[in-house]
């Protein structure tokens, strides 16, 4: 299948479309762009910076992908927009490069982000995240696989949301969300498992249930995060594949959890 572009479609020298990229009318592609085949650039979206996009993308009217970092540590250089496959960017999206040359923002596979919502610099965005509406990651987010995050959320620089999690709409999140758990408020806290996500993602029943106790554990015992790692190690419980890779990301945590 050849290139579509429209007539009215501004394309810089220098950028890359392979063959099936569809460019609708008035869509702007910037000189330093790559984008493979398949992917349809809509009306009046642009796609600008030192972008690298996958198979399959849809970017929707409006949205501006790969615009310039508001980080104010930039100072010149064309730092990077890594873009996976079956993504999905509805209008008005934003997404921005990273701040530094030689680095990346990342956006993996098959995420769709609705309406408004933004993803800033050196964030990292796994697989098939859901981001509802006027959602918006600050810099240095890092984003698992199989996230939704609701309407209007707020997550704070350099905050990690695990696998499989939720965060409810309007939060406002400042620390860390482990994986399969639920954080809702402002400021957003875990208030149970995210049991309906997991159920729909193929979870057995006996895995929600270690998740659920892996919650009270660490949420209704009244043990700080060390004792409750301690706890969870010890149990023979503590040697599955979801509790050792629950425990990775609670070990790992800087910013401490929600």
């Known amino acids: ?14 950028a890359e479309l392979d063959e099936g990229v569809i460019v609708g009318p008035y869509a702007y592609i910037g000189a330093k762009v790559k984008i493979a085949k398949g992917t349809e650039v809509m009306h009046h979206a642009t796609v600008d910076g030192a972008t690298t996009m996958g198979v399959g993308n849809e970017i929707h009217p409006y949205a501006y992908i790969g615009g310039k970092t508001h980080d ?51 964030c990292k965005v796994g697989n098939y995240l859901v981001m509802s509406s006027h959602a918006a990651l600050g810099g240095h987010v890092v984003i698992g696989d ?21 965060v409810g709409a309007s939060s ?47 949420y209704k015992q009244g043990l700080n995060r060390c004792q409750a790692c301690e706890k969870l190690r010890s149990e023979p419980s503590g040697q599955d594949p979801l509790a050792v890779s629950f425990l990775a990301f609670v070990e790992a945590s800087e910013r401490g959890l929600s």
């Not at 299948?1 to 220098?14: F, K, L, Y």
């Open 72 to 122: 104010l540590k930039y100072t010149s250089g064309s730092p990077g927009l890594k873009i996976g496959s079956g993504n999905v960017f509805r209008e008005y999206t934003t997404i921005h490069c990273a701040t530094t040359e030689g680095v990346e923002t990342t956006v993996g596979d098959s995420n769709l982000l609705l309406a408004y919502s933004h993803v800033a610099h050196e």
């Open 172 to 218: 406002k999140v400042v620390q860390d969300v482990p994986p399969y758990m639920i954080a809702d408020g402002n400021p957003a806290m875990v208030r149970t498992t995210n049991k309906v996500g997991l159920e729909r993602a193929g979870f057995a029943p006996d895995q929600v249930n270690l998740i659920r106790s892996i919650f009270k554990m660490f």
């Open 146 to 166: 199989r996230i939704n995050v609701g309407w209007g959320a707020g997550i704070h620089q350099f905050c990690r949301v695990g696998d499989y999690a939720m």
């Open 1 to 14: 299948m050849s290139t579509n572009i429209h007539p009215t479609a501004i394309i810089e020298s220098g």
